[in-house]
């Protein structure tokens, strides 16, 4: 007998992507959404942002909703009641015993992201920033907070791109744009193979390292988009990108390896950002 887990399985080794229906208990996810909105929204303090890499306080559209995403929301000592309840699902038994049936092993926490408002995030793979090595083992998790109204930008992805599409043979002289220009003549021309699910509160889309994915532009802004992005790699990999390996440090939440490599704020912190931001700039 065929079972929803295994056309999960044989779906994502298909395609490169898998939704898992209502896969995060409902109960979960309010409490994520209570300590959001009583600790971060309202927070005055600068968070460090996944879509303009660097630090900053929050600021609000006219609906309310912040509009930059956040980066590494797991490991927030200063708001440790939501972190704690980000780390229940993205380290909960749901999500353990998903991704034990798509990657047939025990995986650690790599990154996590949440977004309030859409970022529009441009088409990408993920394996240029984050992966596994041997490359292509990384696996995304995008998690519906809320009911995602297709006027908010859904996120997308290309079913299939994991397989045999090179977009930087020649990745030791092209450059990050180059790649970037690439991927987005591929998706301009390639369009009727999009798929942007419509997500329920609860269902997860999870997806491959190589898939190219993204989000679609915000119709209204009346609509927020509230959702988490995790990325996990397979307990027997290391950690690393397309160009190399790197040496991390985990710390436990129960059984589940997590790592950060975003510190919360601090002036050392963002002085220290700065400066090494400034060196990779300049290396002369």
Request: with cysteine.
């Amino acid at each position: 007998m065929t079972t929803e887990k295994s056309v999960n399985r044989d779906h994502y080794q298909r395609y490169g992507y898998t939704v898992w229906p209502n896969l995060v208990p409902k109960a979960l996810i309010d409490n994520i959404l209570n300590y959001y909105a009583r600790d971060i929204v309202q927070s005055t303090q600068p968070f460090f942002r996944q879509s303009t890499y660097s630090y900053s306080k929050n600021e609000l559209n006219e609906f309310g909703y912040v509009k930059e995403s956040f980066l590494d929301i797991h490991e927030y000592h200063k708001y440790s009641e939501f972190s704690c309840s980000v780390r229940e699902v993205l380290c909960g038994t749901e999500m353990q015993d998903a991704l034990r049936q798509l990657l047939g092993d025990a995986s650690n926490l790599v990154q996590s992201m949440l977004f309030d408002a859409n970022t529009n995030t441009f088409p990408h793979q993920e394996w240029w920033y984050l992966d596994t090595i041997p490359n292509g083992n990384l696996i995304i998790a995008w998690i519906a907070l809320e009911d995602i109204d297709e006027r908010a930008g859904r996120f997308y992805v290309f079913p299939q791109t994991s397989e045999n599409l090179d977009f930087h043979s020649d990745k030791s002289s092209i450059s990050h744009q180059e790649w970037l220009h690439r991927i987005k003549t591929y998706v301009e021309s390639h369009q009727d193979e999009m798929q942007a699910p419509a997500l329920k509160q609860g269902d997860v889309l999870f997806l491959n390292s190589k898939t190219i994915h993204g989000s679609l532009q915000t119709i209204d802004p009346r609509f927020s988009r509230k959702s988490i992005t995790a990325h996990y790699i397979p307990s027997a990999f290391e950690f690393g990108n397309l160009f190399k390996q790197k040496t991390i440090t985990y710390k436990n939440y129960k059984t589940i390896h997590c790592y950060s490599a975003h510190p919360e704020y601090s002036i050392f912190n963002h002085l220290k950002f700065k400066f090494d931001r400034f060196l990779r700039s300049s290396p002369s």
